[in-house]
T-cell receptor
Framework: DAMVIQNPRYQVTQFGKPVTLSCSQT?????MYWYQQKSSQAPKLLFH???????NEADTPDNFQSRRPNTSFCFLDIRSPGLGDAAMYLC???????????FGPGTRLTVT | GENVEQHPSTLSVQEGDSAVIKCTYS??????FPWYKQELGKRPQLIID?????GEKKDQRIAVTLNKTAKHFSLHITETQPEDSAVYFC?????????FGAGTRLTVKP
Protein backbone atom coordinates (compact mmCIF):
# COMPACT_ATOMS: atom_id res chain seq x y z
CA ASP A 1 0.00 0.00 0.00
CA ALA A 2 1.30 3.41 -0.94
CA MET A 3 2.23 5.43 2.13
CA VAL A 4 3.63 8.61 0.60
CA ILE A 5 2.07 9.52 -2.72
CA GLN A 6 3.25 12.16 -5.11
CA ASN A 7 1.35 13.51 -8.07
CA PRO A 8 2.04 13.83 -10.82
CA ARG A 9 5.03 11.54 -11.32
CA TYR A 10 6.14 13.57 -14.32
CA GLN A 11 5.41 17.23 -14.85
CA VAL A 12 6.35 19.41 -17.78
CA THR A 13 5.96 23.15 -17.44
CA GLN A 14 7.02 26.16 -19.42
CA PHE A 15 9.62 28.64 -18.33
CA GLY A 16 7.95 31.11 -15.97
CA LYS A 17 4.63 29.25 -15.75
CA PRO A 18 3.61 28.47 -12.16
CA VAL A 19 3.43 24.82 -11.24
CA THR A 20 2.23 22.92 -8.17
CA LEU A 21 3.42 19.51 -7.06
CA SER A 22 1.46 17.55 -4.50
CA CYS A 23 2.25 15.05 -1.81
CA SER A 24 -0.08 13.06 0.39
CA GLN A 25 0.55 10.55 3.15
CA THR A 26 -1.45 7.85 4.88
CA UNK A 27 0.96 7.53 7.81
CA UNK A 28 -0.42 10.40 9.89
CA UNK A 29 3.12 11.67 10.38
CA UNK A 30 3.64 15.11 11.88
CA UNK A 31 6.61 16.11 9.75
CA MET A 32 6.63 16.50 5.98
CA TYR A 33 9.61 17.47 3.87
CA TRP A 34 10.31 18.67 0.35
CA TYR A 35 13.63 17.89 -1.26
CA GLN A 36 15.05 18.86 -4.62
CA GLN A 37 17.36 16.32 -6.22
CA LYS A 38 19.27 17.09 -9.38
CA SER A 39 21.00 14.47 -11.46
CA SER A 40 23.90 12.77 -9.68
CA GLN A 41 23.45 14.94 -6.59
CA ALA A 42 22.20 14.42 -3.08
CA PRO A 43 18.66 15.40 -2.09
CA LYS A 44 18.66 19.03 -0.98
CA LEU A 45 16.21 20.02 1.73
CA LEU A 46 13.98 22.91 0.65
CA PHE A 47 11.71 23.15 3.70
CA HIS A 48 9.75 21.09 6.15
CA UNK A 49 6.60 21.29 8.20
CA UNK A 50 6.37 20.16 11.77
CA UNK A 51 2.58 19.94 11.98
CA UNK A 52 1.61 23.42 10.80
CA UNK A 53 4.92 25.00 11.71
CA UNK A 54 6.75 25.90 8.51
CA UNK A 55 10.56 25.76 8.44
CA ASN A 56 12.32 27.22 5.45
CA GLU A 57 15.95 26.47 4.65
CA ALA A 58 18.06 29.62 4.48
CA ASP A 59 19.16 28.99 0.91
CA THR A 60 15.78 28.00 -0.53
CA PRO A 61 14.87 30.55 -3.23
CA ASP A 62 11.76 32.69 -2.72
CA ASN A 63 10.49 31.17 -5.95
CA PHE A 64 9.63 28.06 -3.94
CA GLN A 65 6.64 28.10 -1.62
CA SER A 66 4.78 25.43 0.26
CA ARG A 67 1.37 24.83 1.76
CA ARG A 68 0.15 22.22 4.18
CA PRO A 69 -3.64 22.49 4.50
CA ASN A 70 -3.93 19.42 6.73
CA THR A 71 -1.88 16.53 8.12
CA SER A 72 -2.20 14.43 4.99
CA PHE A 73 -1.36 16.87 2.23
CA CYS A 74 1.54 19.13 1.38
CA PHE A 75 2.09 21.16 -1.79
CA LEU A 76 5.14 22.63 -3.42
CA ASP A 77 4.50 25.74 -5.50
CA ILE A 78 7.11 27.02 -7.91
CA ARG A 79 6.01 30.51 -8.82
CA SER A 80 8.19 31.12 -11.87
CA PRO A 81 10.11 28.00 -12.86
CA GLY A 82 13.47 28.49 -14.48
CA LEU A 83 15.51 26.00 -16.45
CA GLY A 84 17.62 25.45 -13.35
CA ASP A 85 14.59 24.18 -11.43
CA ALA A 86 14.35 21.06 -13.53
CA ALA A 87 14.91 18.24 -11.07
CA MET A 88 13.33 15.39 -9.16
CA TYR A 89 11.25 16.67 -6.26
CA LEU A 90 10.94 14.27 -3.37
CA CYS A 91 8.44 14.42 -0.55
CA UNK A 92 9.19 12.61 2.70
CA UNK A 93 7.56 12.17 6.08
CA UNK A 94 8.60 11.20 9.58
CA UNK A 95 6.59 10.86 12.81
CA UNK A 96 8.63 13.53 14.56
CA UNK A 97 12.16 14.24 15.60
CA UNK A 98 15.21 12.61 14.12
CA UNK A 99 14.21 9.31 12.57
CA UNK A 100 13.57 7.36 9.42
CA UNK A 101 12.11 9.41 6.61
CA UNK A 102 9.63 7.74 4.31
CA PHE A 103 10.06 8.98 0.78
CA GLY A 104 7.49 9.27 -1.95
CA PRO A 105 8.34 8.16 -5.49
CA GLY A 106 9.14 11.71 -6.55
CA THR A 107 7.95 14.05 -9.27
CA ARG A 108 10.31 14.67 -12.14
CA LEU A 109 9.91 18.25 -13.29
CA THR A 110 10.93 19.34 -16.76
CA VAL A 111 11.03 23.03 -17.66
CA THR A 112 10.83 23.89 -21.35
CA GLY B 1 24.15 24.21 10.26
CA GLU B 2 25.08 20.60 9.79
CA ASN B 3 27.58 19.69 7.09
CA VAL B 4 28.04 16.08 6.00
CA GLU B 5 30.98 14.98 3.91
CA GLN B 6 31.07 11.58 2.21
CA HIS B 7 33.92 9.63 0.64
CA PRO B 8 34.64 8.19 -1.82
CA SER B 9 32.41 9.61 -4.53
CA THR B 10 32.80 6.46 -6.61
CA LEU B 11 33.74 2.95 -5.56
CA SER B 12 34.21 -0.11 -7.73
CA VAL B 13 34.64 -3.56 -6.20
CA GLN B 14 34.66 -7.13 -7.38
CA GLU B 15 31.70 -9.30 -6.50
CA GLY B 16 32.28 -10.91 -3.12
CA ASP B 17 34.61 -8.18 -1.88
CA SER B 18 33.75 -5.71 0.86
CA ALA B 19 32.87 -2.06 0.36
CA VAL B 20 33.35 0.74 2.87
CA ILE B 21 31.92 4.24 2.63
CA LYS B 22 32.81 6.94 5.14
CA CYS B 23 31.09 10.09 6.30
CA THR B 24 31.90 12.91 8.67
CA TYR B 25 29.51 15.40 10.22
CA SER B 26 29.99 18.76 11.85
CA UNK B 27 27.16 19.20 14.35
CA UNK B 28 27.93 17.35 17.57
CA UNK B 29 24.21 17.53 18.47
CA UNK B 30 23.25 15.28 15.55
CA UNK B 31 21.86 12.05 16.94
CA UNK B 32 20.50 10.03 14.04
CA PHE B 33 22.55 8.69 11.13
CA PRO B 34 20.80 6.81 8.33
CA TRP B 35 22.16 5.31 5.15
CA TYR B 36 20.06 5.33 2.01
CA LYS B 37 20.43 3.36 -1.20
CA GLN B 38 19.11 4.94 -4.36
CA GLU B 39 18.79 3.16 -7.68
CA LEU B 40 18.48 5.11 -10.90
CA GLY B 41 15.14 6.89 -11.15
CA LYS B 42 13.89 5.57 -7.80
CA ARG B 43 13.38 7.01 -4.36
CA PRO B 44 16.01 6.70 -1.63
CA GLN B 45 15.51 3.59 0.47
CA LEU B 46 16.70 3.27 4.03
CA ILE B 47 19.09 0.33 4.39
CA ILE B 48 20.37 0.84 7.91
CA ASP B 49 20.50 3.54 10.55
CA UNK B 50 22.17 4.19 13.87
CA UNK B 51 21.52 6.49 16.79
CA UNK B 52 24.14 8.34 18.77
CA UNK B 53 23.84 6.10 21.81
CA UNK B 54 25.03 3.09 19.81
CA GLY B 55 28.50 2.45 18.39
CA GLU B 56 27.74 -0.28 15.88
CA LYS B 57 24.78 -1.94 14.23
CA LYS B 58 24.63 -4.87 11.87
CA ASP B 59 21.96 -6.27 9.58
CA GLN B 60 23.08 -9.33 7.62
CA ARG B 61 25.72 -8.12 5.12
CA ILE B 62 25.41 -4.48 6.12
CA ALA B 63 26.93 -2.78 9.15
CA VAL B 64 27.31 0.79 10.33
CA THR B 65 29.81 2.10 12.85
CA LEU B 66 29.67 5.45 14.62
CA ASN B 67 32.46 7.34 16.35
CA LYS B 68 30.85 10.25 18.16
CA THR B 69 34.11 11.69 19.40
CA ALA B 70 35.55 11.92 15.91
CA LYS B 71 32.15 12.69 14.38
CA HIS B 72 32.36 10.08 11.69
CA PHE B 73 30.37 7.04 10.70
CA SER B 74 30.89 4.34 8.12
CA LEU B 75 28.90 1.85 6.07
CA HIS B 76 30.33 -1.61 5.55
CA ILE B 77 28.92 -4.01 2.98
CA THR B 78 30.37 -7.50 2.96
CA GLU B 79 30.11 -10.17 0.25
CA THR B 80 28.99 -7.59 -2.27
CA GLN B 81 26.65 -8.63 -5.07
CA PRO B 82 25.90 -6.97 -8.42
CA GLU B 83 22.49 -5.89 -7.09
CA ASP B 84 24.29 -3.79 -4.47
CA SER B 85 25.29 -1.44 -7.30
CA ALA B 86 23.60 1.91 -6.65
CA VAL B 87 24.25 5.34 -5.17
CA TYR B 88 24.53 5.36 -1.39
CA PHE B 89 23.88 8.45 0.72
CA CYS B 90 24.74 8.99 4.34
CA UNK B 91 22.83 11.56 6.34
CA UNK B 92 22.82 13.19 9.75
CA UNK B 93 19.89 14.55 11.66
CA UNK B 94 19.35 16.38 14.93
CA UNK B 95 15.66 17.21 15.19
CA UNK B 96 13.41 17.43 12.17
CA UNK B 97 16.11 18.39 9.70
CA UNK B 98 18.32 15.99 7.78
CA UNK B 99 21.45 16.69 5.77
CA PHE B 100 22.73 14.29 3.17
CA GLY B 101 26.25 13.54 2.09
CA ALA B 102 27.07 13.96 -1.59
CA GLY B 103 26.69 10.27 -2.32
CA THR B 104 28.87 7.33 -3.37
CA ARG B 105 28.29 5.49 -6.61
CA LEU B 106 29.05 1.86 -5.88
CA THR B 107 29.65 -0.53 -8.76
CA VAL B 108 29.97 -4.24 -8.07
CA LYS B 109 31.56 -6.08 -10.96
CA PRO B 110 30.45 -9.69 -11.52
Amino acid sequence: DAMVIQNPRYQVTQFGKPVTLSCSQTLNHNVMYWYQQKSSQAPKLLFHYYDKDFNNEADTPDNFQSRRPNTSFCFLDIRSPGLGDAAMYLCATTPEGAGEQYFGPGTRLTVT
Amino acid sequence: GENVEQHPSTLSVQEGDSAVIKCTYSDSASNYFPWYKQELGKRPQLIIDIRSNVGEKKDQRIAVTLNKTAKHFSLHITETQPEDSAVYFCAASRHNDMRFGAGTRLTVKP
